[in-house]
């Protein structure tokens, strides 16, 4: 392709809204250009690499049997209400009506269009396993866009569903998917992690994130020192047995009156007492009854493990006014003793291991020390209901937990039957029994790939783009368009490379040789190949992107060096 005739309007300045590398390079190199905040044209740059991304993602789909076909956007309500998503989905979700009044979303993902396609036209086990997967734009009404195509409002995904008879199925289905997801983001160069996770609004209960490693990740990634255990900082398990020692003599625990408007943190400093032997409460509504949840000072709640200690219930926080109804003191005095008799207490495990500790009692600014919860307060249940810290024992057994952020690109999901039993997606099993249909889901972010690839291949001078995914493989360079030797042996090469199948981008502008180079480095295509003074003596300038490595190459020689840079067994 002829740079001339391409639509590449690369920019000298870093745009005033863009706020991380990935979305600076791509705006500035011609890939993206914002429509409104978080809508994005993808340029013609930005469109190769998709389609190169999409490419890896169908052959490793069809290689486990997905099947691809293309569902619509615009779905409606009637299937959201079936399911139950219509109201509990959220804001996220962007409605609207037509001229008939009818209410229409337009879809975050595909559950209920796939489930109803597959209860409408599949009856029988016979039919089943069975895997669907399509590449479409996808809406979702952010609330803070942000990032580029790192979190946008509209954005291209592949999404995937499987629909099984048996447990064992979908658990074959799900490694399956689980090991396509590796090869694809291998494959596309990635540096990343696969991780537990929280299913969230998609329901069901087994699924794994894939988590592009990265700085600007919104999302923290906890894995093992050793060992290959990782997972989202919301599902990383404690791995603790907590155990009182056995050297601390049981005082009796004795009530203290601490300075007016003294807080736990304040008092446990005045006494001399570590933040580890302080035990603070969260006061939550759990199924409408008030419950206390003890913590230890240094530790966090973690609100996606109270939804499994509580599942199939509501919960939340109690508001500041029913705080001082239900314990008659203001939140940041709440505590485990003298609680009225309404209220449950549970308590993470790391309390348990709390010796000679001090809390709180209920009262404004007093205090209980040589608290032993085990002995002071009744306690319902003991449960990891807590964030991990950095330095915690890994869950594996192995080594300890390190912190590191990353950027989501995929997650696959074992739904269950939270879909075919809201909506009725049954089959007949072999004893001619009707059973709701097993489900699976898999979803990649086309866009967000692109944009976590650009984000890991980058330096002070531009994108760095794996051979795999790059929109061109070679730049080839005419410094001087108007001499005639440079001209003719640079449209040769064009010629030779597109006829080899070699995708070039020729660039043959009348421009100066320092223009030239500066686009070249920030478009980032793998290997770049210079016509300038020495094409008389049919030598070139070889130059790779990701090293800098540079020689000069005789012509006869070089469509041969290319291919093998090239090959799957190149360096580049």
């Known amino acids: 392709m002829r740079q001339s005739r391409t639509f590449i309007p690369t920019l000298r300045e870093v745009p005033a809204d863009a706020e991380v590398k990935s979305h600076k390079l791509l705006l500035r190199a011609g890939f993206i250009r914002q429509n409104a905040s978080g809508i994005y044209s993808y340029l013609p740059l930005a469109r190769k690499v998709m389609r190169h991304v999409e490419q890896i993602v ?37 409605r609207m009506r037509d001229r008939h009044d009818r209410e229409f979303a337009l879809g975050p993902t595909h559950e209920e269009v796939i489930t109803t396609l597959i209860r409408d036209e599949l009856n029988s086990y016979k039919k ?29 995904m592949k ?52 988590m592009a490693l990265s700085e600007v990740g919104e999302d923290t990634i906890c894995f093992s020192s050793e060992g290959e255990y990782a997972a989202n900082i919301e599902m990383a398990e404690v791995n603790t047995t907590y155990s009182r020692p056995d050297d601390v003599a049981k005082t009796p625990l004795q009530l203290v009156q601490g300075e007016p ?14 933040v580890e032997q302080t035990v603070y409460g969260e006061a939550w509504l759990v199924d409408g009854k008030p419950v206390l949840l003890l913590l230890r000072g240094d530790h966090e709640l973690n609100d996606v493990k109270l939804k499994l200690l509580f599942p199939d219930v509501a919960r939340r926080p109690l508001t500041d006014q029913e705080v001082q109804d239900t314990f008659g003191v203001k ?8 609680l009225p008799e309404e209220v449950q207490v549970f308590a993470d495990l790391a309390v348990g291991g709390v010796a000679d500790g001090v809390t709180l009692c209920n009262q404004a600014s007093q205090f209980a020390v040589h608290f032993e919860p085990m002995r002071d307060c009744k306690i319902e249940q003991y449960a990891d209901i807590r964030f991990v810290k950095e330095g915690d024992p890994s869950p594996n057994g192995m080594g300890t937990i390190s912190f590191a952020k990353g950027i989501e690109v995929g997650q696959v999901f074992k739904l269950g039957t939270r879909y075919s039993e809201t909506m009725n997606a049954v089959f007949l099993d072999e004893n001619g029994r009707t059973q709701p249909l097993l489900m699976g889901c898999y979803g990649i972010g086309i866009s967000r790939v692109v944009s976590a690839i650009a984000e890991q291949y980058a330096d002070e001078n531009g994108l760095v783009w794996p051979k795999q995914v790059a929109p061109y493989q070679v730049h080839l360079l005419c410094l001087n368009i108007k001499q005639e030797a440079q001209k003719a042996l640079a449209e040769e090469l064009h010629d030779v490379f597109t006829k080899a199948g070699i995708d070039v981008l020729y660039d043959d502008r009348p421009e100066r040789a320092g223009v030239k180079f500066a ?54």
């Open 58 to 94: 169908r052959e490793e789909m069809d290689a486990v049997y997905g099947q691809e076909l293309l569902m619509p956007a615009l779905q409606l309500s009637d299937l959201w209400k079936e399911s139950g998503r219509w109201d509990g989905y959220g804001p996220e979700l962007m």
């Open 128 to 156: 089943l396993p069975i895997t669907l997967y399509q590449i479409q734009t996808k809406f979702r009404d952010e609330k803070r866009p942000r990032f580029g195509l790192l979190r946008g409002r509209e954005f291209i």
């Open 159 to 210: 999404d995937a569903y499987s629909f099984h008879a048996s447990s064992a199925s979908l658990d074959e289905t799900y490694q399956a998917m689980y090991e396509a997801y590796k090869r694809i983001f291998t494959r596309c160069g990635l540096d990343f992690r696969p991780v537990i996770a929280d299913s969230g609004e998609m329901g069901g209960k087994d699924t794994h994130e894939f």
């Open 261 to 274: 408007g003294q807080d736990l943190h304040a008092f446990a400093t005045a006494q001399n007492v570590t």
């Open 331 to 338: 939140r940041s005095f709440v505590g485990p003793l003298e």
């Open 519 to 572: 686009d070249s480095d920030l478009i980032g295509l793998p290997l770049r190949i210079t016509v300038g003074k020495k094409a008389e003596q049919a030598i070139v300038e070889w130059k790779e992107r990701a090293t800098g490595d540079a020689k000069e190459v005789a012509v006869h020689e070089l469509l041969g060096e290319v291919q093998q840079f090239l090959s799957p067994t190149g360096r580049g």
